[in-house]
């Protein structure tokens, strides 16, 4: 399967590239995503040529992340001068920098005069590489919690529980009485597949223990009290406490949670900012009726949401990279990333659009959002973090299944984690 799913995204791109022989100045632009997101992009791209007379090609990419992904690398790897410039997951950020495949923004930013307090943290944490600023965020993303503010009145709580203990207490209570009306009512969705989102979600529990990915001086860290414990935890949510239901380890990534969710079958939600606007749609069950708040803590941690979102690169074999900067100063400016918010329901990769008044009018949730982008806990920023997380996903993934303990998974993560370090040190 994933050897055909390769094949496909070769063909993809060689078709996609060819098209694009000889097109002179246009500029090549790929991105992915959704219907009504290429449709969107296609209208903010005609724009973008009125405005400068400067042609922008899209490259539609296929909508799974990881597709995305395989298909950038097979053109970057190549050398190839399309795409000039491409939208990348958070997690890529620093592998593609590492691979020297980003072409550095420094002395564009100074050119164009782009002001950089604009925009959140995220830009020092994630879009240096070697102290080199290789991209900027379009689109932020961090885990929060979603929660049925009607139930929750309804028996008693004026707020969403700060803690876990106090959360798992809650979420019981209310699932009790809940299942008498509907027998598959479930107190708490989360992501547990194995997958990306699992590691994401993860890092939350245990971050908000003290825990974590601890780094030092090329030694890994995952195997501590505060992770096991948190991965204890995420165990007993399903197994123990059973607020989760038994599918989270084999089925539940974003959609499947998001979807469940929205029919009215839980009373706690773990998911992205996305569903916010899908929740509120004409044809959800939970319109009107929900609400959202940072992730609980356990009782001597605090909140912690793991970053996510999509930053916008140019690449170093692009054969117009001035123009290609001028694009990409186009889709961070304020009135595009206005735009995005307000068309495509987008978290905006700068902080200044979430004072806009239009903007929260359409959208009041963002002004709870900007202070957990804020505090958002970015995923190691390693060129080889790709291959570190699917060592955590594969041993995270088989502690909830019950197949290792959580002391055992972590210890067998920790171990092969660092001989992926010691390959890559030895390059």
Known sequence: MYRESLILII???????AGCRGTGDAVTFAVGGAPNEIEFWEKLVNEFTR???????????????????????????????????????????????????LEPLDDYIKKENLNLDDFFNI???VDRYKDRLIALPVYIDAGILYYRKDLLKKYGYSEPPETWGEFVDCALKIQKSMRKIKPNFYGFLWQGAQYEGLVCNWLEFAASNGGGIILKEGKIKLNLPSNV?????????????????????????????????????????????????????????????????????????KSVSTLGGWHIGISKYSDAKSKAFKFLKFVVSY?????????????????DVYNDQEVLERLPHLAK??????????RP??????????????????????KLTPEVALSRAEKEAQNVIKRYERK
């Open 11 to 17: 063909s993809f791109f060689a078709v996609s590239f």
């Open 51 to 101: 405005q400068t007379g400067i042609k922008v090609i899209i490259l539609r990419q296929p909508t799974d992340t990881d597709q995305r992904r395989q298909g950038l690398v097979i053109s970057l790897k190549a050398g190839k001068s399309d795409p000039d410039v491409f939208l990348m997951d958070v997690a890529w950020v620093a592998q593609f920098g590492a691979s020297e495949w």
């Open 123 to 125: 830009v020092n944490l």
């Open 229 to 301: 414990k948190a991965l204890q935890f995420m165990f007993d949510l399903i197994h123990t406490y059973k607020i989760s239901p038994p599918n989270t380890f084999t089925e539940m990534k974003e959609e499947e949670v998001r979807i469940s969710f929205q029919r009215g079958d839980a009373l706690f939600e773990r998911n992205w900012p996305y569903a916010w606007a899908l929740h509120q749609s004409e044809d959800s069950y939970v319109k009107g009726k929900v609400d959202i708040a940072p992730l609980p803590h356990f009782a001597s941690g």
């Open 335 to 351: 009135t595009t990333q206005k735009k995005l918010a307000l068309k495509l329901g987008w978290n905006p990769g700068r902080k």
């Open 369 to 378: 959002l900007k202070s957990v982008f804020e505090n958002a806990l970015p």
């Open 381 to 402: 920023n390693l060129p080889y973090y790709t291959q570190i997380s699917q060592v955590l996903q594969h041993y995270i993934n088989a502690a909830l299944s019950g």
